[in-house]
């Protein structure tokens, strides 16, 4: 979705099939396209062997098989039986309560995965978001008013990240107080390779830590005077006959606001930018927003893929496309890559918001890991747009986005703005 810089995609499009390697951290500095090794690998070596990048205080890993064609990401997020989340939904192997206490639900398997899913799931049907439709718009209008005062400003924090960290900490029920820190914190766990974020496998530990004596305190709080808000659903549900153990919640509280905040805010990044770049978009979805928002929404998902990949583990022997897969060996589901294969979407790389059908992978493929917030973030992006439609007419970019340096988030860090 990114404009690709013509030196990145050369670049790219000079290194033969063998020679892809996505330990080369120029993939991730952008000084190599990754959309141009992604479409070398789909028309040569579509489940390829890759190296995993090395760790500090980490074993070298072994390496995974990359996926890179739609129809494979989607074979393979289905059949869960086959292919598992619970060795792991990173490419690297982190130990055991390390994985979990990020991952929480991503890292675990049915039964225990459908049982602490459904303890959240109430909150994230189409029917609960719909209920919260209104309250997401009154939101969405009181962020453009704060913005329509300031002249110059960073279209990711005064509105991307605003909307998603206001909602998430409200449906958690976290004070006002701790919001910044939870944009903080959030920004290190997803950041963790970016310098602006974090320098050290000890930043990423310690806003883990950070985020759970938040999640705790507001935990004690909610065991005591339970409210109308997701953590006291899931401080007083039971799992297995059990309420969650302080370390669950932690997690759990860690995964919904982590990913209920970093995700939505790239996406709708992206948008602008897209946007910015081709105007003749920005007219046509202006002319009819009614019409054309919700093919936008479900192109803008397409076309940043903010979750670039996950991770499952094969639980035995078998073949993707042909190609033999041990028992244990790890396989990678590269979103961004499947969502752009031209076997499924014409002209894959165009931001087109009349695209149909629009069946992609942005949120996953269906499986039971299927991004629970999935309903959500549509109704943000909806909501935001349509104010920035109606009432930011004069919205502009005036710089080049600052992108996130990271294998796992396609993310935009800042993108200044003003108000013609
Ligand atoms: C544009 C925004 C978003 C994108 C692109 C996105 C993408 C994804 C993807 C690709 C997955 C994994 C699917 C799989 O492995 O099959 C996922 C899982 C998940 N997402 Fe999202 N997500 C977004 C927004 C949100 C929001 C707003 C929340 C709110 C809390 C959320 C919560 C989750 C959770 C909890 C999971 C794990 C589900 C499980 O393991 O059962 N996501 N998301």
Redesign the pocket.
């Known amino acids: 979705m990114v404009l690709q810089h013509p030196d990145a995609v050369r670049a790219a499009r000079a290194i033969p099939v063998d020679q892809i390697d996505f330990t080369d951290d120029r993939v991730w500095r952008r000084e190599l396209d990754r959309w141009e090794l992604f479409r070398t690998l789909r028309e040569e070596r579509p489940v390829g062997f890759q190296r995993e990048t090395k760790l500090d205080r980490f074993p070298d890993g072994p390496g995974y098989w990359g996926l890179v064609r739609y129809d494979d990401v989607r074979a393979v997020?289905r059949d869960h039986e086959t292919f598992c989340?619970a060795q792991g939904?990173l490419i690297p192997d982190l130990p055991g309560e390390i994985g979990e206490f990020f991952g929480s639900?991503?890292q675990?398997d049915s039964p225990r995965?459908t049982r602490m899913?459904l303890i959240?799931n109430r909150s994230?049907t189409p029917r609960h978001v719909a209920r919260i439709e209104n309250y997401v718009d009154e939101k969405a209008s009181s962020i453009v008013d704060r913005v329509l005062t300031l002249g110059e400003f960073d279209f990711v924090d005064e509105i991307a990240a605003a909307l998603?960290l206001e909602i998430?900490c409200e449906m958690m029920g976290i004070p006002l107080s701790a919001w910044p820190a939870v944009q903080r914190c959030t920004n290190v766990v997803m950041g963790a390779t970016d310098s602006e974020y974090a320098s050290s496998f000890d930043d990423l530990l310690n806003a883990a830590l950070e985020l759970s004596a938040i999640a705790e305190e507001i935990a004690n709080e909610r065991l005591a005077n339970p409210l109308d808000d997701l953590t006291s659903a899931l401080m007083h549900a039971e799992v297995d006959g059990h309420r969650l153990t302080a370390a669950e919640y932690a997690s759990f509280f860690i995964?919904?606001v982590v990913?209920?905040n970093e995700?939505?805010r790239n996406?709708a990044t992206h948008a602008f930018w897209q946007l910015a770049l081709d105007p003749s978009q920005r007219a046509l979805w202006s002319s009819d927003i009614d019409r054309y928002t919700a093919g936008a929404v479900e192109e803008i998902?397409r076309g940043s893929?903010?979750?670039q990949h996950?991770r499952r583990t094969a639980t035995r022997d078998t073949e993707i496309s042909g190609q033999p897969i041990k028992k244990g060996d790890k396989v990678v589901?590269w979103?961004g890559a499947a969502n752009r294969d031209p076997a499924v979407f014409a002209d894959p790389d165009r931001f087109d918001i009349e695209r149909t059908p629009n069946d992609h992978l942005?949120?996953?493929?269906g499986?039971?890991?299927?991004?629970?917030?999935?309903n959500?973030?549509r109704r943000?992006?909806r909501a935001i747009y349509t104010q920035i439609l109606t009432r930011l007419g004069g919205l502009e970019v005036t710089g080049e986005p600052d992108y996130l340096h990271s294998a796992f988030v396609d993310g935009i860090k800042h993108l200044p703005c003003r108000v013609r």
Do not use: K, Q, W
């Open positions: 997020s989340n939904y639900m991503l675990m995965h899913r959240v994230f998603p998430i995964l919904l990913a209920g995700t939505t996406a998902v893929s903010p979750v996950f589901l979103f942005g949120f996953g493929a499986g039971p890991h299927f991004c629970l917030g999935a959500l973030a943000e992006l």
